[in-house]
């Protein structure tokens, strides 16, 4: 779709009322401002908003709105399916407001909307403090946070929402509302899950722990040792302490010193914990794993910061990604799961992944709108190519792993995991209650449904309907 013709006049002015930029087609810099992570995301807007202050935030809704625009949010940029980003409409990019201001005393930072994790990691190493973030240090805090937050750390400190404070939202309207346990208790329980269905977060105000030392064990093994691994893997996890996160990963293998030669270029498994104490502590701790045979290492302490960007993919590649959580894994998802890391599009930047649930995330508030907290383990297919060529087959890998996976699936999954998959899935993600309760709030903030590229929750009827 072409970008919308929009009046020199009204566009003239929305320039001039406008603190950051606005960038349209024929400027320069537009198609870097209009790129998002995904690289098979070519999306024209109209208008890109730059926003610089929460006054921007209000003017950018209702400049679209005036000039009846569809309208995108943009954070990190991470949405797999570049809900971020319209053809033809208006995007607001929050990417300018990037503070993240840290209060030790009360152990809490506030976070400027369009802050990515590093923003925030970076700002609260100093003090040895830290919050449950995203596995890339890339990925936006807001749409993180609003859609759940799971990370290494969510088995010590539960997801990132659990560590929710307050919120500032710009509305559909143009006004503004701040969220919290105390204000607006409705819309702050919506804002633990339902993305940014209700409004643009201009900031977030996040719950920090201390975190004196944080340790990581990475394992390599050959891929025909993926059953017994991951067995062993499942074990450990399932009687791990609270520090212990991490996950066991199929990949290619990076041309790393820790990687052996002959693994180089080829699939390979790694066994990662990830551990929120020192180095002896996580060696003791994972000593089930060390006896498993491995062919490389890496087992050192390092700044949360820097483990944060350890995993990081470059923007621009090719992006479908997808997920399910199991209510168990038995020997025979096992099996299923290593079957599957031989399909895999193989040179490439993709993983296949499993991840431990449990610990502080399964204790949550169980009242929240995230019901798969309460499964064990996660199976999420991450495929990252960077040949056109390989869509089909890098797509139809994530299905298949989906389709194979449904046996032990809780039917209920961590939207931020995955694309636009249909509104079942969206509605079944947070159950019919939840979701129920979800399109009340959504009726009352933006009964338009304006803020609809998103993993979308649809308006209540006036009747309830």
């Known amino acids: ?208 722990h201390e975190l004196p030392a944080m340790s990581m064990v990475m394992l390599v093994f050959r891929p025909e040792a993926g059953p017994q691994v991951l067995q062993a893997f499942r074990d450990f996890g399932e009687s791990a302490p609270d520090e212990a996160g991490g996950g066991c990963i199929y990949l290619t293998g990076p041309p790393e010193p820790f990687v052996p030669e002959q693994l180089v270029g080829e699939l390979m498994l790694v066994a990662l914990v990830t551990y929120a104490g020192g180095e002896a502590e996580a060696r003791e701790v994972t000593e089930p794993l060390l006896r498993l045979g491995h062919e490389g290492e890496v087992i050192a302490e390092l700044p949360y910061a820097e483990l944060q960007c350890m995993l990081d993919d470059p923007p621009g590649l090719r992006n479908y990604w997808s997920a399910e959580y199991l209510g168990s894994f038995p020997d025979e998802a096992v099996e299923v799961f290593c079957s599957h890391a031989s399909a895999m599009p193989v040179p490439s930047n993709s993983q296949h992944i499993l991840f431990p649930v449990g610990g502080a995330v399964a204790r949550g508030r169980a009242d929240y709108p995230v019901p798969w907290r309460a499964s064990p383990w996660a199976v999420h297919p991450f495929g990252i190519w960077d040949s056109p060529m390989d869509d089909e087959r890098g797509k139809r890998w994530v299905r298949d792993v989906r389709a194979d996976f449904a046996t032990w699936s809780s039917g209920t999954v961590y939207l931020n995991f995955i694309g636009q998959e249909g509104r079942e899935r969206v509605m079944s993600s947070f159950g019919a209650d939840n979701y129920k309760r979800l399109a009340a709030v959504k009726a009352e903030y933006d009964p338009d449904n304006v803020f609809r590229l998103n993993h979308n929750i649809q308006p209540a009827s006036p009747n309830g309907a």
Not at 2 to 21: K, M, N, S, V
Not at 46 to 63: N, W, Y
Not at 69 to 74: K, S
Request: aromatic residues 6%.
């Open 1 to 208: 779709m072409a970008p919308q013709d929009i009046a020199e006049t009204a566009l003239a002015g929305f320039r001039q009322e406008l603190t950051g930029e606005a960038i349209t087609p024929g400027d320069r810099g537009y198609d870097e401002a209009r790129a998002v992570f995904n690289g098979m995301i070519d999306r024209r807007p109209s208008v890109i908003a730059q926003c610089e202050t929460q006054a921007d935030v209000a003017r950018a809704i209702r400049f679209g709105r005036d000039q009846e625009l569809e309208m995108a949010v943009r954070g990190g940029g991470h949405s797999v399916a570049g809900m971020s980003l319209t053809d033809g409409g208006i995007v607001i990019d929050l990417r300018r407001m990037h503070t993240v201001i840290v209060d030790a005393g009360s152990r809490a930072a506030r976070i400027g909307g369009g802050a990515t994790m590093s923003d925030l990691d970076r700002a609260t190493q100093p003090y040895n403090l830290a919050t449950t973030g995203g596995r890339a240090s890339t990925t936006g805090v807001g749409g993180f946070t609003l859609g759940g937050g799971s990370g290494w750390l969510e088995r010590k400190y539960g997801l990132a929402c659990d560590n929710l404070i307050a919120v500032e939202l710009v509305t559909a309207d143009g006004s503004t509302v701040h969220a919290s346990e105390d204000e607006n208790q409705e819309l702050f329980w919506a804002l633990h899950g339902g993305g940014g269905n209700f409004g643009v977060a201009t900031s977030i105000t996040l719950q920090l």
